[in-house]
């Protein structure tokens, strides 16, 4: 998917004013996304994204992922969006449904696995049973 296409989708699911709205509100969700899980699969994970989020995404990744909830990550996501009228909540979910939109369904799989089960929603899947 092009970069302007992955926007477009964001854009649209997040009801943002503009293309830079959706900018903003993307690499935000990806740069907390980074601190959550571990470098290497932030690098797997960009190689399936346009060039500049999945730039995003390694420039903020570290060694050893950090470890916390939906909740505070949908609070460290608040703290670098713009003030709008939508939660935080409605900003990840915009972003992460459209990266599942983008990142072929085993890698994704992999992905929502190694994450706590509250993260699956936000990217438009189950929560997975037996966790």
């Known amino acids: 998917m092009r970069y302007d296409e992955f926007l477009a989708r964001v854009r649209d699911r997040g009801e943002y004013a503009d293309q830079d709205e959706a900018a903003q509100t993307s690499r935000a969700v990806l740069e907390v996304l980074a601190e959550r899980i571990t470098a290497p699969e932030a690098r ?24 916390y909830g939906v909740e505070e990550f949908c609070l460290r996501v608040g703290e670098r969006t713009p003030a709008h009228a939508h939660s935080p909540q409605w900003d990840v979910n915009a972003v992460l449904t459209s990266v599942a939109d983008t990142v072929p369904a085993g890698e994704l799989n992999q992905l929502i696995g190694r994450l706590p089960a509250g993260y699956a929603v936000f990217f438009g899947r189950a929560a997975p049973t037996g966790r």
């Open 44 to 67: 797997d994970l960009a190689a399936q994204l346009p060039a500049p989020l999945g730039g995003t995404l390694t420039a903020a990744s570290a060694d050893r992922a950090a470890s």
